[in-house]
């Protein structure tokens, strides 16, 4: 029983580490998004120019919430 107990604790630990560890890409995933949004932001107009991107689109972009991944919907 001793043996099946300790698979059991392993197993426990071996699913928070995983869970530790997918919860710390999501905060590191929405901070680079936060980022990316605030460096968005920053350019110029001829930058955005280049891009393809209109100032409207920036600034649809700017407002949504860091948590709003369009990558994982």
Do not use: N, T
């Amino acid at each position: 029983m001793k043996g099946q107990h300790d698979y059991a604790l392993a197993e426990q630990s071996a699913e928070h580490g995983h869970s530790l560890s997918a919860l710390l890409h999501k905060f590191s995933r929405w901070y680079e998004l936060h980022r990316e949004r605030e460096l968005l932001a920053g350019l110029s107009d001829e930058a955005l120019k280049d891009i393809g991107v209109s100032r409207a689109d920036v600034e649809h972009e700017a407002v949504r919430p860091f948590w709003d991944d369009p990558i994982h919907k």
